[in-house]
């Protein structure tokens, strides 16, 4: 099986300017996470995905954060504009169910350095 | 929403010896409570996950201690080995939904 994508694997770009990251999740899984870890921190959930509608997104940064999953299979979270702060590992994760945690897998993810 | 805490943050301990680290969680859900191990550069994996209903599972030199009364669940390793130097999460769900609130990380350093 393979595993949970995701793409560029490192970005630095400088404060104010704008940065994309795509996840393609394991083939069949209907449930997508985009999570924020920053360095020395556990990950935080940004924002979940049940096929393409969103089921939860209220620790999103709405004002610079925007996430879309169309077709129910990719997806691509955008930064735009970047601060500082949003340096951090950008992971995705999917499941198979929404309807419990079990067999949660995540991808290496994107390590977005803004300077 | 839930709220995790870890401990310790790090955790230095001789080849063969046991690793223990806790987690304390807030709110109950009838979901699994799993536990994460990270190496550098890659993404989460989990490592081992038990249910509410259940005090204890083993699965080979890991084993989780559920202790549901107070709300703390704890990762043991037994003959730690270098190999197992890694940060650890544990993680909690949410009340409803599928989604995981983790705890800060532990940084385990196993010295031959």
């Known amino acids: 099986e393979a595993g949970v994508a995701q793409s560029p694997r490192y970005k630095i770009i400088e404060k104010r300017q704008s940065v994309a990251f795509w996840c393609n999740p394991i083939?069949?899984?209907?449930?997508l996470y985009w999570y924020q870890q920053i360095l020395g921190q556990g990950p935080k959930l940004l924002i979940q995905?049940?096929?393409?509608?969103?089921?939860?997104d209220s620790q999103l940064p709405k004002d610079r954060f925007s996430a879309e999953r169309l077709k129910g299979v990719d997806s691509t979270l955008k930064i735009q504009p970047a601060k500082l702060e949003d340096s951090a590992v950008y992971l995705c994760?999917?499941?198979?169910?929404?309807?419990?945690?079990?067999?949660?897998?995540f991808g290496s993810g994107t390590r977005l350095t803004v300077v | 929403q839930q709220q995790v805490k870890q401990s310790p943050q790090s955790l230095i301990v001789q080849k063969g010896g046991i690793s223990i680290i806790n987690c304390a969680y807030e709110n109950t859900a009838f979901d699994y409570f799993p536990w994460y191990q990270q190496f550098p550069g890659k993404g989460p994996a989990l490592l081992i996950a038990i249910r509410p209903d259940v005090s204890e599972k083993k699965e080979g030199r890991f084993t989780i201690s559920f202790n549901k009364s107070a709300k703390q669940f704890s990762l043991h390793i037994m003959d730690s080995q270098p190999g197992d130097s890694a940060t650890y999460f544990c993680a909690a769900p949410q009340t409803s939904g599928s989604r995981l609130t983790f705890g800060e990380g532990t940084q385990l350093t196993v010295n031959p």
């Open positions: 995905f049940q096929n393409n509608g969103v089921v939860d």
């Open positions: 994760a999917s499941s198979w169910s929404d309807r419990g945690n079990y067999g949660y897998t």
């Open positions: 083939s069949g899984h209907a449930t």
